[in-house]
């Protein structure tokens, strides 16, 4: 049986296994980053996602050889401000930042000072991507026109939004997904989410109550809204709580590049790379 990975799974998945509800210790997060980057399905991993606060407090040190050249995507959680501390200490220890994601204001507050400062810092990393944590609240189309301004003048920045997390207000509707995923097709600008895409399909969480989305519906809700679906056709796809439909929206589509939707963080790599065999979407021996 192939192992080889089709192209619209490339990257999808980050690994966030530092993050709740995984939680793992540093030391063992970065020993099984390793094993994945030289697992068959390394095509399917993106970087391994530390905050900055880890970076800042000297947590990563010895733990990368320095001729490694460790790549991870450091997460803003010290704000805009103390990103450029964390950025500096990464090269002497053998680490790039291959993406730098930061939240840009919390729920209910205006995301444009965030923004700007943001922006300012994207234009000093001369390409780095960057992604812009954007709350579905106050101020969201505002803020994906100034993201989709500064790509058009060059800028390596994007868009980020909370699909889950410990309260019920971080799970967006299937409406409101959809609003946002069509919004970003409109504006030719990518995206990143974060939080509660633990399984493929849509389902209730037994433990919590909570709705998950799944991230076989968002594939293929981003797959349609990226050839002109309606705000209401992507929201239907979003909905789908039986597998067989959302297989055959990306059937034929494997070998074509993923649009639109970058990819996820997850604290686990196993899970979804489990379902994406069980699909049918992923072929190869499970050695994870």
Same mark, same amino acid.
């Given at each position: 049986?192939?192992?080889?990975?089709?192209?619209?799974?490339?990257?999808?998945?980050?690994?966030?296994?530092?993050?709740?509800?995984?939680?793992?210790?540093?030391?063992?997060?970065?020993?099984?980053?390793?094993?994945?980057?030289?697992?068959?399905?390394?095509?399917?991993?993106?970087?391994?996602?530390?905050?900055?606060?880890?970076?800042?407090?000297?947590?990563?040190?010895?733990?990368?050889?320095?001729?490694?050249?460790?790549?991870?995507?450091?997460?803003?959680?010290?704000?805009?401000?103390?990103?450029?501390?964390?950025?500096?200490?990464?090269?002497?220890?053998?680490?790039?930042?291959?993406?730098?994601?930061?939240?840009?204001?919390?729920?209910?507050?205006?995301?444009?000072?965030?923004?700007?400062?943001?922006?300012?810092?994207?234009?000093?990393?001369?390409?780095?991507?960057?992604?812009?944590?954007?709350?579905?609240?106050?101020?969201?189309?505002?803020?994906?026109?100034?993201?989709?301004?500064?790509?058009?003048?060059?800028?390596?920045? *994007? #868009?980020?939004?909370? =699909?889950?997390?410990?309260? %019920? @207000? +971080?799970?967006?509707?299937?409406? !409101?997904?959809?609003? /946002?995923?069509?919004?970003?097709?409109?504006?030719?600008?990518?995206?990143?989410?974060?939080?509660?895409?633990?399984?493929?399909?849509?389902?209730?969480?037994?433990?919590?109550?909570?709705?998950?989305?799944?991230?076989?519906?968002?594939?293929?809700?981003?797959?349609? *809204? #990226?050839?002109?679906? =309606?705000?209401?056709?992507? %929201? @239907? +796809?979003?909905?789908?709580?039986? !597998?067989?439909?959302? /297989?055959?929206?990306?059937?034929?589509?494997?070998?074509?590049?993923?649009?639109?939707?970058?990819?996820?963080?997850?604290?686990?790599?196993?899970?979804?790379?489990?379902?994406?065999?069980?699909?049918?979407?992923?072929?190869?021996?499970?050695?994870?």
């Amino acid at each position: 049986m192939s192992t080889q990975l089709p192209t619209l799974v490339a990257g999808l998945v980050d690994d966030a296994a530092v993050f709740p509800p995984g939680s793992a210790p540093l030391p063992d997060a970065v020993a099984a980053h390793r094993r994945h980057r030289a697992a068959w399905y390394a095509d399917l991993v993106g970087p391994l996602l530390l905050p900055a606060s880890a970076i800042t407090a000297g947590e990563l040190s010895g733990l990368v050889d320095p001729e490694e050249n460790f790549a991870i995507g450091l997460i803003g959680d010290t704000g805009v401000d103390r990103l450029p501390v964390a950025l500096s200490i990464l090269p002497p220890l053998g680490v790039t930042a291959r993406q730098v994601e930061v939240p840009v204001a919390r729920r209910g507050e205006d995301p444009q000072p965030g923004l700007t400062e943001l922006v300012k810092l994207a234009d000093r990393l001369d390409g780095v991507p960057v992604y812009a944590e954007v709350p579905l609240t106050f101020g969201l189309m505002g803020a994906l026109d100034v993201l989709a301004d500064a790509r058009t003048r060059g800028m390596s920045v *994007a #868009a980020k939004f909370r =699909t889950g997390g410990l309260a %019920a @207000e +971080l799970f967006p509707t299937p409406a !409101e997904l959809a609003a /946002v995923i069509c919004a970003c097709r409109d504006r030719e600008l990518p995206f990143k989410l974060t939080a509660g895409l633990h399984h493929a399909v849509r389902h209730v969480d037994p433990e919590t109550g909570f709705t998950h989305h799944g991230f076989g519906n968002v594939l293929a809700a981003t797959l349609a *809204a #990226a050839e002109g679906a =309606t705000v209401a056709a992507v %929201a @239907e +796809l979003l909905t789908v709580r039986d !597998e067989r439909p959302l /297989v055959q929206a990306v059937d034929g589509r494997h070998d074509a590049a993923r649009p639109l939707w970058v990819g996820f963080g997850s604290c686990s790599i196993v899970e979804p790379l489990t379902d994406l065999i069980r699909l049918g979407l992923v072929n190869g021996g499970f050695e994870a």
